[in-house]
């Protein structure tokens, strides 16, 4: 019985693979130029993404299609009952005077309500515009005025606020309305007048090029440029993904698929996650913070099959559970699972893949103790459930990927940027492999251009920047979209990341170093907050650090030091100094001796959204930092 079922594993195994191909090309030398892996979704001729909700009423009303929380408690929802929300709100929206094409924008942190609006909007015939709720006055006063948006919904005072302040001197100020002031239900109200038909009509009327949204870049380098993205693009990017990952979720952990989206809204990531999800009739809940004290809650009640995150998170994860064994007096015991989890993860992947024999009798044994003591703890901090993860915003620490397999949850590893709708590429199920960020998801291609830079074609890319012809010349040529980043193709066309092509620093000597290796080792250590590397003309690679709050207050209570301990003196203190270190030797492991990190100096405060040295999406903008460190940078040079 066993290996009758062993047999059918192994055989569904192989026909989960078989589903896709990538197709590789060469050039003259042998090295792999373009990757291109056909689509599992044809693309649609007619529909929209706005149709999702009505076709799952109709053809699975009692499907649960999400949770939502209220009064302490997950409330379950239903196809209907959602599309019969999206209707009401979509008639309001009409009846507030919203033209077909016209532009509504959303300010608010991940909420049922952001899902509501956006799929409302598309309904009555219209165009999304998100915000983040962080954004400061000038930003909103830009993208409004930009997009020519003459509806916004806001979720707080606040943001209401906000808004009111920037759209003030605007020839044609929006209307606003906010959620925590009942905004759905006076749109419901005022919309009671208006047919059903009438949103059936303009949702009926939309195509797979009309415009779904205008998706404003995070700005790292200027101005942020709205990214036309069509409801075609939302469809290539969700059905293909869709089709390439759940039927392997389901066959694999037999399990209801349900995940919590955490990621801002405001991001093409969270965005594509919850059209994806709604499209499988995924189950869905909301949780409007990535901060790990208070998504930790969330994910324990919830209890999701599958999650969606950036690196931040399972940095945060990993460090968090090191803090907690420090305070038990067990921190060395922690530090020697982690390192049996990369061996461990290693040896298991490379036997998974069929290049290695796997871990031994020893290696299991140690293995075993370390999952009672440290691994399961870290999968019942997600919940108890969850087997499966991606990750995408930044590549994420290949040993940090080894110790959640180790813990028994895989993480595949997504590359892509708003003007790919998305992914573009991604690590496939059955195939995993820590470091790289996979081939190209269906129905896109992949080209490494003479000098590095990463090409992307598909449907997913996106149709031009908002308003700015120019900048759309400058990245669009035969439908290849020139990402900015740098990269390589292996033999099996997964592709891995190096950097920014406008990063890459060129030291006095004449070594080429991206800084992103680094940086990205070294964020994943604690007590590293933000950090960026710099060397351009310079005779060597040197870092700028900040320290992490919450790590800073653990190494304080740990050491038996005050609390209030002056940050002055805390990037002062030999013994910090030391730990710190130690997430730079880490890190220039990664490198070469004339691309390491020869030396660093801490700084107080941090880089945040507040002071302009991170974007939205918590992308660091180097020029702003450098800048306003630059005093700090050249006493690293003269010392």
């Avoid at 149709?51 to 009064?71: G, L």
């Avoid at 990621?263 to 996650?273: E, Q, V, Y």
Wanted: hydrophobic share 40%; aromatic share 8%.
């Amino acid at each position: 019985m066993g290996v009758r079922k062993d047999l059918k594993r192994a055989k569904t195994r192989t026909d989960l693979l078989t589903r896709t191909r990538v197709e590789i090309t060469k050039d003259d030398h042998g090295t792999v130029t373009e990757a291109r892996t056909p689509p599992l979704a044809p693309q649609r001729p007619i529909g929209t993404t706005a149709d999702i909700p009505f076709t799952n009423a109709t053809e699975a009303p009692t499907a649960t299609v999400a949770r939502r929380r209220a009064h302490g408690t997950w409330h379950q929802v239903t196809a209907t009952e959602f599309a019969t929300e999206v209707t009401a709100i979509a008639k309001g929206l009409v009846a507030a005077g919203l033209e077909p094409g016209g532009r509504v924008a959303v300010m608010s942190r991940t909420r049922y309500e952001w899902t509501l609006l956006d799929f409302a909007i598309w309904a009555a015939g219209g165009q999304s515009v998100p915000i983040y709720p962080t954004s400061s006055p000038g930003q909103v006063e830009w993208i409004v005025q930009d997009s020519g948006t003459h509806h916004v919904i806001t979720e707080t005072p606040e943001n209401t606020a906000t808004v009111t302040t920037a759209t003030a001197g605007l020839q044609h100020t929006p209307r606003i309305w906010e959620l925590d002031a009942g905004a759905l239900a006076d749109l419901t109200t005022l919309g009671r007048d208006i047919p059903d038909e009438e949103v059936t009509k303009r949702r009926t009327t939309l195509t797979p090029d009309t415009i779904a949204t205008v998706c404003y870049t995070s700005g790292t380098t200027g101005r942020p440029k709205g990214c036309v993205i069509t409801h075609a693009n939302l469809y290539a990017e969700a059905a293909n993904t869709v089709e390439l990952l759940l039927p392997v979720f389901r066959e694999v952990t037999r399990q209801t698929p349900s995940t919590l989206l955490f990621l801002p809204l405001a991001h093409i990531l969270g965005r594509s996650l919850q059209i994806s999800c709604m499209m499988a009739r995924i189950e869905i809940g909301h949780c409007p913070s990535v901060k790990p004290d208070e998504l930790r809650p969330a994910l324990k009640e919830f209890r999701p099959t599958f999650l969606v995150g950036v690196p931040y998170l399972f940095e945060k994860i990993h460090d968090t559970g090191r803090a907690t064994a420090e305070k038990m007096g067990r921190a060395a015991s922690f530090d020697r699972a982690d390192r049996i989890a990369v061996r461990f993860g290693e040896a298991y992947l490379n036997r998974f893949l069929g290049t290695g024999k796997g871990p031994g009798p020893a290696l299991y044994a140690a293995w075993a103790l370390y999952d009672l003591l440290v691994y399961r703890r870290v999968r019942k901090e997600l919940g108890g459930r969850m087997r499966y993860a991606i990750s995408g915003g930044s590549p994420l620490d290949r040993n940090l990927n080894l110790f959640f397999y180790a813990a028994g949850i895989i993480v595949y590893e997504g590359y892509g940027l708003t003007e790919t709708t998305a992914a573009a590429t991604i690590v496939p199920p059955l195939k995993p492999r820590p470091g790289t960020v996979g081939p190209p998801v269906p129905g896109t291609a992949v080209r490494i251009a003479e000098d590095g830079e990463v090409l992307i074609k598909g449907g997913i890319v996106f149709a031009s920047y908002w308003n700015n012809p120019a900048a759309t010349d400058a990245v669009l040529q035969d439908d290849w979209f020139a990402t900015g980043d740098l990269g390589s193709l292996d033999e099996e066309g997964y592709l891995t990341i190096t950097g920014r092509k406008k990063d890459l620093i060129v030291t006095s000597g004449g070594k080429n170093v991206s800084p992103a290796v680094l940086e990205d080792r070294l964020r994943s250590r604690a007590p590293i907050g933000q950090c960026i590397v710099v060397g351009d003309n310079r005779p060597f690679v040197a870092a700028l650090i900040t320290l992490e709050p919450d790590a800073v207050a653990h190494w304080l209570s740990v050491r038996k030091l005050p609390a209030d301990t002056p940050m002055s003196e805390v990037i002062r203190d030999e013994r910090m100094r030391a730990d710190v270190q130690k997430a730079v030797d880490y890190a220039n492991e990664a490198v070469s001796r004339a691309e390491s990190i020869r030396a660093f100096t801490l700084v107080e405060g941090e880089f945040s959204e507040e002071n302009g040295m991170l974007t939205p999406s918590l992308k660091v903008k180097r020029h702003t930092v450098i800048r306003a460190y630059e005093d700090e940078i050249e006493a690293l040079y003269r010392g």
